[in-house]
């Protein structure tokens, strides 16, 4: 039996599991949650997209004791991006449990009011960066002597930005008799010395990112360095997928890449570990409401990144290894839907191609390379606008306060109003295009919550 139902999980997960949609488990939960359920160590290797954060998720929302305001489940995740991504999750998977008080924890926000709310009462629930988890634990701001369940998502990567000594030191500060889950793409010996050091006779699940293979189409294309931002816009052009994000291997090429495809009359933005922290979060929340079709980004910094149904992956370089190339293909192709990975070679790398092709046990699908070489009359354009709003949750706005202003006093029809989002200070509403000028005309004539606020198209 692979139903949810089939699992003796509380019912007061059943509402967040009927929310999300979920009826049969995939294989990594279909696999590591008896043991997680039986209270045993997991370290499981599953593939991006393969279902492992509700995996963990309903493992330690099913351990915990809401009627405690203790922390009692710990997730560590290796950039903000991603802790964000698994807090929303684990929030819509604790829809049915009262009162529960999740907080997420990361660098790059002040610290402040972070420590207001670990003052006021413990969450239940910490989803956090190393650094950041860190320093609150040793301010003694964050207790995590009752944590119960400790999950490392993404270890392999941690590891990659040195967060080791941090994740040692943070394991020591919780319950010696903690149920602790590891995740990761990659199994090198780093994390499997790591694992001995932290779990205890751990089950080993591993999922072989090959089964997600057939939903995605695989093409190659010769491309030296003189024409490749040529041959990155004929690619967009043939293949006018309705999402695209294309990595690049270093921040130089992020920024080259995307101002060249923004020249060409793309909408395109880029995306790299240099940018400030706001910024990144406003080029992210861009792309996943589809006010953007194409994001240039390093390896690093689309950690996180949560578009649903991602047309088109594509490598401007190819990376050096094989496990980086199938982390940023296998963000495309999810859920029954298919996905497309193209990859731009050169001559000199055309040994990294050749390890893919043995890795894949087939030969590449090698295609002639279309070179675009002006700029056309028509480009596809990015479905949405989004608006921002100098209002957020500090002003009480809630998504719910927009919407009815959009569909009231602005007359826009419900279907032309996309994802909303609001932080402190300010809250993003992705818009229908051709509707974009008539929102902010009435919204700026009009008022929110009976208060006028500046609103602006980004």
């Not at 992210?284 to 390093?298: D, H, T």
């Not at 032309?416 to 295009?433: C, E, L, N, Q, W």
């Amino acid at each position: 039996m692979n139903d949810f139902s089939s699992l003796p999980l509380s019912p007061a997960l059943a509402p967040g599991i009927d929310a999300l949609g979920y009826t049969t488990m995939t294989p990594v939960q279909a696999l590591s949650l008896p043991p997680m359920l039986e209270g045993r160590d997991v370290i499981a290797q599953a593939p991006t997209g393969s279902g492992k954060t509700a995996a963990f998720g309903l493992g330690l929302l099913n351990r915990l004791d809401p009627a405690t305001s203790r922390t009692q489940a710990l997730v560590l995740c290796p950039t903000r991006e991603l802790a964000d991504q698994v807090g929303k999750q684990l929030r819509k998977l604790a829809t049915g449990i009262p009162n529960l008080k999740l907080l997420i924890l990361t660098g790059g926000m002040p610290l402040g009011p972070q420590l207001a709310s670990l003052e006021a009462h413990d969450p239940q629930v910490v989803v956090g960066t190393p650094g950041r988890v860190q320093e609150l634990a040793r301010k003694r701001a964050l207790n995590l002597g009752q944590v119960r369940t400790f999950v490392l998502d993404e270890a392999d990567r941690m590891l990659d930005m040195g967060f080791e000594e941090p994740i040692r030191e943070i394991a020591g500060r919780t319950h010696k008799e903690r149920q602790s889950l590891l995740f990761s793409a990659t199994f090198p010996e780093e994390i499997r010395e790591l694992a001995r050091a932290l779990l205890n006779e751990p089950t080993e699940v591993t999922i072989d990112g090959q089964a997600e293979a057939p939903a995605i189409q695989h093409l190659f294309f010769e491309a030296e360095p003189a024409v490749r931002q040529k041959a990155l816009g004929g690619l967009l052009l043939k293949y006018t997928p309705e999402s695209a994000v294309v990595f690049c291997n270093t921040r130089k090429d992020v920024d080259e890449v995307a101002n060249s495809l923004r020249q060409f009359g793309f909408s395109a933005l880029a995306l790299h570990g240099d940018m400030e922290q706001r910024d990144r979060d406003e080029v992210l929340l861009q792309f996943s409401n589809r006010s953007c079709n194409v994001l240039v980004a390093s390896d690093v910094a689309a950690r996180g990144l949560d578009v649903e149904d991602l047309a088109a992956v594509i490598n401007y370089e190819l990376p050096t290894d094989v496990d980086t190339y199938q982390h940023r293909v296998g963000r495309t192709g999810r859920a029954g839907r298919q996905g497309l990975a193209m990859s731009l070679v050169t001559g000199r790398e055309r040994n990294r191609a050749d390890a893919v092709e043995a890795t894949q046990g087939k030969p590449l699908n090698w295609q002639k390379t279309p070179l675009a070489t002006a700029r056309p009359a028509e480009l596809p354009q990015a479905a949405m606008t989004t608006l921002r709003i100098d209002g957020g949750k500090t002003d009480k706005l809630r998504a719910g306060d927009i919407l009815g202003a959009l569909t009231g006093d602005a007359g826009l029809p419900g279907k032309a109003i996309g994802k909303i989002d609001i932080f402190p200070t300010r809250s993003y509403v992705a818009i229908a295009r051709e509707q974009a000028g008539k929102a902010i005309s009435r919204l700026e004539a009009g008022k929110i919550k009976g208060k006028r606020f500046r609103v602006r198209k980004m």
